[in-house]
């Protein structure tokens, strides 16, 4: 496993939700997100992962949220790509075009659909690796992709793949997260994905989390990844539970559903646009969301 700096790959790096005005990717608000971020103390920032909603954009599309992401972030945050798909030629064009245009790591989900044999997936992640330079992380989410990883797969790949530096783990096995620690050593990354097992896979040893909740309360995700690096194992349990019905909401619906009403309702985002087959909350689920933005001391801007 190739070295890494310190602090890279470490504390809350949201997934970013990708807002659509008249139809198209609305990239200035997308750059202003970025900025908020920075300001709000995350860490670094994802580009099109599961919330960004890859799977209704162009290839195009992607490539340039990764561009606007570098140049909004203009170093002060990391800026890591989301460049799986279910083709390995798209992943490909999208992996070299994030290390060509400036981002600090990709994160690659596996190709979902077809369910590949466990060797097929080490040979995807080991021939990815082979094409760029970048930190490369392995985006193990199998509810969505229907495709799992285990240790083995895992050991393969770090040992034929020096790029490999970890993984984005979306999945309540926290025994992997322990066991993959032990295997590959403390300074192999896990980023948790399920926002409700933050606190408890960042105890277990977790570098960071890619956080859904973080779009909308950034600064409180950094206060529980900084309770944690800190030791402060009671200030960081009882930042998780302040979090926990904002967490449980995001589930309240297909992510990134509810996360992006919540951001248009606090004002994050100037209009809540979705693209097909993706629809905005039906009443009663915006009815919740309110509820639980209300609770968590959110003023709402935008009308119902």
């Known amino acids: 496993m190739i070295d890494?700096?310190?602090?890279?790959?470490?504390?809350?790096?949201?997934p970013l939700v990708t807002p659509f005005r008249d139809g198209a990717v609305d990239f200035e608000t997308y750059a202003t997100l970025v900025h908020w971020h920075a300001d709000q103390g995350s860490h670094g920032?994802?580009?099109a992962g599961t919330t960004g909603e890859p799977s209704v954009l162009t290839v195009a599309e992607r490539r340039r949220l990764t561009e606007v992401a570098v140049e909004a972030a203009a170093g002060r945050i990391e800026v890591v790509a989301a460049t799986g798909s279910q083709s390995h030629a798209e992943t490909i064009e999208l992996t070299e075009h994030a290390a060509a245009v400036g981002a600090d790591a990709v994160l690659i989900v596996t190709p979902y659909y077809l369910k590949p044999p466990k060797r097929g997936l080490?040979?995807?992640f080991v021939d990815l690796a082979g094409r760029t330079g970048l930190p490369l992380l392995v985006y193990h989410i199998p509810g969505r992709a229907a495709v799992g990883v285990d240790i083995d797969v895992l050991t393969e790949i770090a040992e034929a793949a020096p790029t490999f530096v970890g993984m984005k783990h979306a999945v309540a096995d926290l025994g992997l997260v322990t066991e993959s620690l032990l295997r590959f050593g403390a300074e192999f990354r896990v980023l948790v994905g399920l926002e409700e097992l933050?606190?408890?896979?960042?105890?277990?040893?977790?570098?960071g989390m890619v956080n859904?909740?973080?779009?909308?309360?950034?600064?409180?995700i950094v206060d529980l990844y900084r309770a944690v690096a800190e030791g402060g194992f009671a200030d960081a349990r009882a930042i998780h539970q302040s979090l926990f019905e904002l967490n449980r909401a995001v589930f309240f619906d297909t992510n990134p559903i509810p996360v992006k009403y919540m951001m248009w309702r606090i004002g994050l985002l100037p209009s809540n646009e979705h693209r097909l087959p993706m629809m905005p909350p039906s009443p009663d689920v915006a009815a919740r969301l309110d509820k639980v933005l209300?609770?968590?001391?959110?003023?709402?801007?935008?009308g119902p």
């Open 294 to 302: 209300v609770e968590a001391g959110l003023d709402l801007v935008h």
């Open 212 to 220: 859904a909740v973080a779009n909308v309360v950034a600064g409180r």
């Open 45 to 47: 920032v994802v580009v």
């Open 198 to 207: 933050s606190y408890p896979m960042l105890a277990l040893g977790a570098t």
């Open 122 to 124: 080490v040979r995807y």
């Open 4 to 14: 890494l700096a310190p602090q890279a790959l470490r504390g809350s790096l949201p």
